[in-house]
Nanobody
Framework: QVQLVESGGGLVQAGGSLRLSCAASGRTFSYASMGWFRRAPGKEREFVASIDWSGGSTYYANSVKGRFTISTEKGKNRLYLQMNSLKPEDTAIYYC?????????????????WGQGTQVTVSS
């Protein structure tokens, strides 16, 4: 099992930036890819971005492409999400997730471990 802890959320004005961090511990060697998901108030959880540990291939939701960047610092077992040009519609709880699938995926079903989430609020 992998334990995931997110940090870096907060309140920011539209057009601003935030950087989310996810610290992984436990059986981190068993996981091959990681991702970020979010859940906005009254909505279903949705995919944001994912990355595989080996080649660093990335995959983004169309709604964040060009504004968000996912990255890893494998030696420190950390995952990041740099969020720029934030919009009010980006307001959500953001979750870090780990998967044993080698390829970065947008499907939440492929993720085995989840963090507790960090709140991001973008004011207009």
């Amino acid at each position: 099992q992998v334990q995931l802890v997110e940090s870096g959320g907060g309140l920011v004005q539209a057009g601003g930036s935030l950087r989310l961090s996810c610290a992984a511990s436990g059986r981190t060697f068993s996981y091959a890819s990681m991702g970020w998901f979010r859940r906005a108030p009254g909505k279903e959880r949705e995919f944001v971005a994912s990355i595989d540990w080996s080649g660093g291939s990335t995959y983004y939701a169309n709604s964040v492409k060009g504004r968000f960047t996912i990255s890893t610092e494998k030696g420190k077992n950390r995952l990041y999400l740099q969020m720029n040009s934030l919009k009010p519609e980006d307001t959500a709880i953001y979750y870090c997730a780990a998967s044993t699938w080698a390829s970065a995926s947008s499907s939440s079903e492929r993720y085995n471990s989840w963090g507790q989430g960090t709140q991001v609020t973008v004011s207009s």
